[in-house]
């Protein structure tokens, strides 16, 4: 079955600096892949879509990067601010094809972003 | 209201006992999801409706668990004889069709459930 992987558990960086998570899956590659975050106390909320066939997708100062070929995704978020600051969570497809079925998602990655 | 509504927030029951957790999906939504989160866990998928029907129960830990979706809206999930390795923050989310890979979910914030 497909598992994903979110290399840490916990990435604290200075304010202003560029943070980049990371995302691993270990089986077959999804059609998309989104990111995720979420708040303490509160439900995900959905930041970005990447199709397999885009190398990387921007908003604002989000950027996601997909390899199909390393089997991963890269999250950037330039020029960090403390409100940054939240758990960020991939997900994809549990099932091959991708357009049935529900998302499985990685443990998070908890950014701080210190002043 | 203009996101996911989920009810009670917060959840306190005693071992043995059975609960019901309600979730209100964004109008129009027709995909509806469950998942639990433990603490320091990822999130868990549990069950998902399409309309009032549910193609994928696989998630369900146990026969303690069921859910059911009236009127393709509002969705119940219920644990019977509560054990306390239930205690987590029970997620919904819809979306607006069953395209998981270009729906994206919209969340409530859970409802927090301790089995004690």
């Known amino acids: 079955s497909q598992k994903i992987e979110q290399n840490s558990e916990a990435l604290n960086i200075q304010e202003g600096k560029t943070a980049t998570l990371t995302c691993n899956y270990t089986?077959?590659?999804?059609?998309?892949l989104q990111w995720y975050r979420q708040d303490p106390g509160r439900g995900p909320v959905f930041l970005l879509l990447i199709r397999e066939n885009e190398k990387e997708k921007r908003k604002e100062r989000l950027k996601v990067t997909f390899d199909t070929t390393l089997k991963q995704s890269l999250f950037h978020i330039t020029a960090s601010q403390p409100a940054d600051s939240a758990t960020y969570l991939c997900a994809l497809d549990s099932l091959y094809g991708g357009s049935q079925g529900n998302l499985i998602f990685g443990k998070g990655t908890k950014l701080s972003v210190k002043p | 209201g203009a996101g996911v509504s989920q009810s009670p927030s917060n959840k306190v029951t005693e071992k043995g006992k059975d609960v019901e957790l309600r979730c209100d999906p964004i109008?129009?939504?027709?995909?509806l999801y469950w998942y639990r989160q433990s603490l320091g866990q990822g999130l868990e998928f549990l069950i998902y409706f399409q309309g009032n029907s549910a193609p994928d129960k696989s998630g369900l830990p146990s026969d303690r668990f069921s859910a059911e979706r009236t009127g393709g809206s509002v969705s119940t999930l219920t644990i019977q004889r509560t054990q306390q390795e239930d205690s987590a923050v029970y997620l919904c989310?819809?979306?607006?069709?069953?395209?998981?890979?270009?729906?994206?979910?919209?969340f409530g914030n859970g409802t927090r459930l301790t089995v004690t």
């Open positions: 989310a819809s979306s607006f069709n069953h395209r998981v890979s270009i729906s994206p979910l919209h």
């Open positions: 109008s129009g939504h027709t995909a």
């Open positions: 089986n077959y590659s999804p059609a998309y």
